[in-house]
């Protein structure tokens, strides 16, 4: 199970090449910005440039939820403050000084951004697993694309990487199965990144979750790939699957538990290995080796 270099190498390349493929609409903004701000010819003047406001909220430094508490007033006094204290003393650079604040802001959103997408990236490769799995075996299923629980026939999607970012699945086995990512379980009083219950579609999803007796199997997924952080990644999951197997457990109710990681070290995998061989984890998995998914993918089809 243990990540190797190679993997994790690939794994942050991707990672890597996804982050540029964001960023590439602030570089586009910053672009248009320096255009705009041409019109000035003191730092003063930027102040007079109605379409470039928000850009120069963004290079004060001040996110769009903080513009969102300091309203009109305080933007402007914060921008006022942001000109005097940095772009005056950047003389007739401060068109550049300018762009380079508002890129350095944009950065600082991407990051917080990409922690989301590393998530959603290991989110689409399981979801695509399994929707190949269902395709192959010629089972017809449904897929929810939105928090608005709203369901579509596999039937009518011709491309599966329109539904690779599904909210959930739902398919027949030997009996029915739906599968939900990151949903608040009441009984857990948690978000849980992947449940498997045994309700169709069509039932409202407030009550599928608060009756202990749907859930088949509950996962954690964690799609991080620096090996820095596998041990971390590892007890996070390992207190959220406890805290999950002890409320069932009140509830005299046994669900299936399994774990997917994308950087797993020697120890992890060691501590993975003997969950397994203890039946405390019913299934786990590399998110990094391909055989792997698909093995696990397979096991929720049937489940």
Request: with cysteine; hydrophobic share 45%.
């Amino acid at each position: 199970m243990v990540t190797s270099y190679n993997e994790t190498r690939a794994g942050f390349i991707a990672i890597a090449l996804e982050k540029n493929r964001q960023a590439t609409p602030f570089i586009a903004e910053a672009r248009v910005l320096q255009n705009r701000a041409k019109k000035a010819k003191s730092p003063n003047d930027l102040l007079q440039i109605p379409d470039i406001r928000n850009a120069l909220i963004a290079a004060a430094g001040i996110s769009d939820k903080a513009a969102g508490h300091l309203g009109d007033a305080g933007c402007t006094e914060a921008i006022q403050e942001f000109v005097k204290n940095f772009l005056i003393p950047a003389g007739d650079k401060f068109n550049e000084e300018l762009v380079f604040r508002f890129l350095l802001t944009k950065g600082d959103s991407l990051g917080g951004k990409m922690r989301n997408i590393v998530g959603a990236l290991a989110q689409r490769k399981l979801c695509l697993s399994i929707i190949s799995s269902l395709r192959l075996s010629g089972k017809q299923f449904y897929v929810c694309m939105d928090n608005a629980n709203e369901w579509a026939s596999s039937l009518n999607i011709t491309n599966d990487m329109d539904i690779e970012n599904a909210k959930g699945l739902s398919w027949d086995s030997t009996e029915v199965r739906t599968l939900f990512f990151n949903t608040t379980i009441p009984i857990v009083k948690n978000n849980v990144d992947i449940l498997v219950v045994n309700k169709p579609h069509t039932e409202s999803l407030k009550e599928i979750i608060t009756n202990a007796e749907s859930y088949i199997a509950l996962g954690e997924l964690k799609g991080g790939i620096d090996p820095a952080g596998a041990d971390e990644h590892w007890k996070t999951a390992k207190t959220a699957l406890d805290r999950i197997k002890a409320a069932f457990e009140q509830k005299r109710v046994f669900p299936q538990l399994f774990f997917i990681g994308a950087a797993i070290e020697s120890k992890m995998a060691g501590e993975i290995y003997t969950h397994l061989q203890a039946n405390y984890l019913q299934n786990a998995a590399n998110l990094t080796k391909p055989e792997q998914i698909v093995s696990l993918a397979e096991w929720l089809v049937k489940i």
